[in-house]
């Protein structure tokens, strides 16, 4: 099986991935050879995606010098004014970062397609995305009507009892612990899912959730620590299939009741994605400073086309192709400044919308944790990964048995 990552230079500056590989690989269903077989060892399991990008997409680009500046809000007074002309700079260099990017992609990758071979099955993500999030609606119900007891696998003698002052039957929430080094099915309200290796899945807000972590003896220190916060976002807003906040302040004061310095590792990182907005930037270097974290390395993922093209146009003021991966450290001593940050590419053609690559193996890689060997927690997540904690209110989605398909050696052979 390919890995999911397709091309990599040589100090791992830019690379090209594969999507729905990495969150195949980072299930632990990869790991086994083919020919072994086991109940759930999942060795020739594929996750269904959409089909590939094959043209980009048309934005409506501003035309007028009018339109430009109202789209860039250049009209800002001073210190916003600032903001909005900084903003414009590190846009403009970040650009000739992924023009290069995609140049040194276009020699070595050449004609070939820009992502692996996909399982697709027509209107049947969209149908089950719709189902989960409806479904999870009226589970904000879920917590009115819906009891722990009627949930199987959950550890409340395993974990929740040593939590004297966690009111478990106000708290909402389920608990999964997968203790088995292969995945295993297990059934939350109606539906069943898979459940990596070693993994822990918390389902519910993080609101009511957040008494898990109030007890700092039965949390492990995490080395990696990711999350993708529900930043406001015009265009999921309209679409409606995906929770999100309706203003930063929302999303800060949510980040701020999680106790990140208490649960993180020594040496371990925070990943935070961010959109492109100036306001959530600032909000993201304001957390880190507050969990006193500097910011090491920022990682641009570029969204192409099978052929390589961005999905819009790099320099678009309407919609960016690219979306921003924060990654911060305890640093003794010494201040960085914006120039000592490390920048890195991820090229790779988009799946769904809420879907992005899984860090697992790129954060292992690069900051040398061996798995096994560590502990991670991601946070508002959509599905499990072998070895982690995952915790978020669909942080089953797309662990959903719907969402994967099984195939025979011979038949997963000829797809790849």
Same mark, same amino acid.
């Given at each position: 099986?390919?890995?999911?990552?397709?091309?990599? #230079?040589?100090?791992?500056? @830019?690379?090209?991935?594969?999507?729905?590989?990495?969150?195949? %690989? +980072?299930?632990?269903? /990869?790991?086994?050879?083919?020919?072994?077989?086991?109940?759930?060892?999942?060795?020739?399991?594929?996750?269904?995606?959409?089909?590939?990008?094959?043209?980009?997409?048309?934005?409506?680009?501003? !035309?007028?010098?009018? +339109?430009?500046?109202?789209?860039?809000?250049?009209?800002?007074?001073?210190?916003?004014?600032?903001?909005?002309? *900084?903003?414009?700079?590190?846009?403009?260099?970040?650009?000739?970062? /992924?023009?290069?990017?995609? =140049?040194?992609?276009?020699?070595?990758?050449?004609?070939?397609?820009?992502?692996?071979?996909?399982?697709?099955?027509?209107?049947?993500?969209?149908?089950?995305?719709?189902?989960?999030?409806?479904?999870?609606?009226?589970?904000?119900?879920?917590?009115?009507?819906?009891?722990? %007891?009627?949930?199987?696998?959950?550890?409340?003698?395993?974990?929740?009892?040593?939590?004297?002052?966690?009111?478990?039957?106000?708290?909402?929430?389920?608990?999964?612990?997968? !203790?088995?080094? @292969?995945?295993?099915?297990?059934?939350?309200?109606?539906? #069943?899912?898979?459940?990596?290796?070693?993994?822990?899945?918390?389902?519910?807000?993080?609101?009511?959730?957040?008494?898990?972590?109030?007890?700092?003896?039965?949390?492990?220190?995490?080395?990696?620590?990711? +999350?993708?916060?529900?930043?406001?976002?015009?265009?999921?807003?309209?679409?409606?299939?995906?929770?999100?906040?309706?203003?930063?302040?929302? @999303?800060?004061?949510?980040?701020?009741?999680?106790?990140?310095?208490?649960?993180? *590792?020594?040496?371990?990182?925070? *990943?935070?994605?961010?959109?492109?907005?100036? !306001?959530?930037?600032? /909000?993201?270097?304001?957390?880190?400073?507050?969990?006193?974290?500097?910011?090491?390395?920022?990682?641009?993922?570029?969204? @192409?086309?099978?052929?390589?093209?961005?999905?819009?146009?790099?320099?678009?003021?309407?919609? !960016?192709?690219?979306?921003?991966?924060?990654?911060?450290?305890?640093?003794?001593?010494?201040?960085?400044?914006?120039?000592?940050?490390?920048?890195?590419?991820?090229?790779?053609?988009?799946?769904?919308?809420?879907?992005?690559?899984?860090?697992?193996?790129?954060?292992?890689?690069?900051?040398?944790?061996?798995?096994?060997?560590?502990?991670?927690?991601?946070?508002?997540?959509?599905?499990?990964?072998?070895?982690?904690?995952?915790?978020?209110? =669909? +942080?089953?989605?797309?662990? %959903?048995?719907?969402?994967?398909?099984?195939?025979?050696?011979?038949?997963?052979?000829?797809?790849?």
């Amino acid at each position: 099986m390919d890995s999911h990552i397709l091309y990599q #230079n040589i100090d791992s500056t @830019v690379l090209l991935v594969d999507i729905p590989r990495s969150i195949e %690989e +980072a299930q632990g269903f /990869l790991q086994l050879p083919l020919s072994q077989s086991h109940p759930h060892s999942d060795c020739q399991r594929r996750l269904v995606s959409i089909k590939p990008c094959e043209i980009p997409y048309r934005t409506p680009e501003p !035309k007028s010098l009018n +339109a430009r500046r109202r789209c860039c809000c250049l009209r800002g007074v001073g210190e916003e004014r600032e903001i909005i002309h *900084a903003t414009i700079i590190r846009d403009l260099i970040l650009e000739r970062y /992924l023009e290069f990017a995609l =140049e040194e992609l276009r020699q070595s990758v050449g004609r070939k397609e820009w992502c692996l071979d996909r399982v697709t099955e027509k209107g049947m993500l969209e149908e089950n995305i719709e189902n989960y999030t409806s479904n999870k609606r009226s589970s904000s119900s879920l917590n009115d009507n819906h009891t722990d %007891e009627e949930s199987t696998p959950f550890k409340r003698e395993e974990f929740d009892s040593r939590i004297p002052n966690f009111d478990l039957q106000s708290s909402r929430y389920y608990f999964y612990q997968n !203790k088995e080094s @292969v995945s295993t099915i297990i059934s939350h309200m109606g539906c #069943n899912y898979y459940l990596p290796p070693l993994s822990t899945t918390i389902i519910g807000s993080i609101q009511s959730t957040i008494g898990v972590f109030s007890e700092k003896e039965n949390i492990p220190q995490f080395s990696i620590i990711t +999350a993708d916060p529900p930043w406001p976002n015009r265009s999921a807003r309209r679409n409606g299939k995906y929770r999100i906040s309706n203003n930063i302040s929302e @999303v800060e004061n949510l980040l701020l009741t999680i106790p990140i310095q208490h649960h993180q *590792a020594a040496n371990g990182i925070m *990943a935070i994605w961010i959109t492109n907005k100036p !306001k959530i930037r600032s /909000l993201a270097l304001k957390l880190f400073d507050q969990w006193g974290l500097s910011v090491i390395e920022e990682w641009i993922w570029l969204k @192409v086309t099978v052929s390589g093209e961005p999905i819009f146009p790099i320099s678009s003021l309407w919609r !960016k192709p690219y979306e921003l991966l924060l990654i911060g450290r305890k640093v003794a001593t010494v201040i960085l400044t914006e120039s000592d940050v490390k920048r890195r590419v991820l090229v790779g053609v988009p799946d769904l919308h809420s879907r992005k690559p899984n860090l697992k193996g790129l954060l292992e890689k690069e900051f040398g944790f061996g798995p096994g060997n560590y502990t991670g927690l991601e946070i508002f997540a959509r599905n499990s990964t072998i070895g982690w904690w995952s915790w978020g209110f =669909e +942080a089953l989605m797309f662990q %959903e048995l719907r969402f994967w398909k099984n195939f025979d050696d011979e038949k997963l052979e000829n797809r790849l």
